[in-house]
């Protein structure tokens, strides 16, 4: 499967008071994208991401992977506060988490994210394997 040609745009929006919660990968409280996307101009608050297996937690606010499609994500203008990752294994990135995408991050403010895990990583942003920051 090939992204390709599609996008998604999130825009002007407010993305509160969400949660995603699992045993093997809680990732995204608040905006998950494995797609092609934009995501700008939001309030993305009080999201969280709880995982409740020693497992990984990842993006309270965004979370942007690749698993399956190259994703290329270009994320501006938003403000991401107050969102959470937890987990008795490891988290990060209670703000925003990119795992092995391209991406543009571009004037955001980020900002009272908290990570709370045995092993914790970027309360406001984390960046993990194979990341191409596009300008």
Known sequence: MDSGNHWIILEENEVSENNATAGVYAG????????NAIVKNNVIENNTCLNINYQVASGGGIAVDEWEVPVLA?????????NSVT?????GGA?????????????????DNLVDAGYSYGGGLHM????????
Do not use: E, M, P
Not at 74 to 82: A, F, L
Not at 87 to 91: E, N, P, R, W, Y
Not at 95 to 111: C, D, L, R, Y
């Open 28 to 35: 995204g409280g608040g905006v998950y994208v494995a797609i």
């Open 74 to 82: 270009y994320i501006s203008g938003n403000t991401v506060r107050y």
């Open 87 to 91: 987990s008795d294994g490891s988290a």
């Open 95 to 111: 703000g925003i988490f990119v795992f092995s995408a391209k991406v543009g991050i571009f004037g955001n403010t980020i900002g």
């Open 128 to 135: 993990q394997w194979q990341i191409q920051l596009l300008s």
